[in-house]
């Protein structure tokens, strides 16, 4: 049973960088089948897609978030990470990490809670 | 604003058939299969359908279809567990990325 477990700071300052790390087991990250996605969901609204990655590196990403996020992956550690830059406010929310296959999600992590604040 | 249409809520009673609707465009559910997410509580997304695959575990009563440009689950002898918020996803061709529903909020009466 593949399993996602999402993993960084719960508390994040205003302009500073928020890092989170997605570590997989129960399957391998360098399958040429899936893309491993970041998914946040905001406070009262719905969900919204980060971006992803293919174990080979190659990502896309949302256009809004396009030039502040960074998604790597780390194919010996089984984990891929984001890197989101400059937080503000907006960006308080729960971030979850989730594999696809065939462009839809089949496994989620439990989601982390990240709250953007002084 | 999302990019996928779903109904805000939506109520049934337990037996009752219900179906849940996402509606988008010819770059999104026009050309991809959809997949359908219920989250309970803002717990973890649980996958409910993949395209018209139900997953492993998930029992029988839900299923999937689509049209044209509109998705629908549809949930047959609603059960109280059912009770949850249910989104729909799938890539948009146009945006080159994946496209969520607003969701729709389940109420088992």
């Known amino acids: 049973q593949v399993q996602l477990q999402e993993s960084g700071p719960g508390l994040v300052k205003p302009s500073e960088t928020l890092s989170l790390m997605c570590s997989v087991s129960g399957g391998a990250i360098d399958s040429a089948s899936y893309y491993w996605s970041w998914i946040r969901h905001h406070p009262g609204k719905g969900l919204e897609w980060i971006g992803h990655?293919?174990?080979?590196?190659?990502?896309s990403y949302n256009s809004s978030l396009k030039s502040r996020v960074s998604i790597s992956v780390d194919t010996s550690e089984n984990h891929f990470s984001l890197k989101l830059t400059s937080v503000t406010v907006a960006d308080t929310a729960v971030y979850y990490c989730a594999r696809e296959l065939n462009s839809l999600f089949d496994y989620w992590g439990r989601g982390t809670p990240v709250s953007v604040s002084s | 604003q999302s990019a996928l249409t779903q109904e805000a809520s939506v109520s049934g009673t337990v037996g009752q058939k219900v179906t849940l609707s996402c509606t988008g465009n010819n770059y999104n559910i026009g050309s991809y299969d959809v997949g359908w997410y219920q989250q309970i509580s803002q717990g973890a997304p649980k996958t409910m359908m993949s395209?018209?695959s139900l997953p492993s575990g998930i029992p029988d009563r839900f299923s999937a279809s689509k049209s044209g440009t509109t998705a629908s689950l549809t949930i047959s002898g609603l059960q109280p567990e059912d009770e949850a918020e249910y989104f729909c996803s799938t890539w948009d061709y146009s945006l080159s990325g994946h496209v969520f529903g607003g969701g729709t909020k389940l109420t088992v009466l």
């Open positions: 395209g018209d």
């Open positions: 990655i293919h174990y080979s590196g190659s990502t």
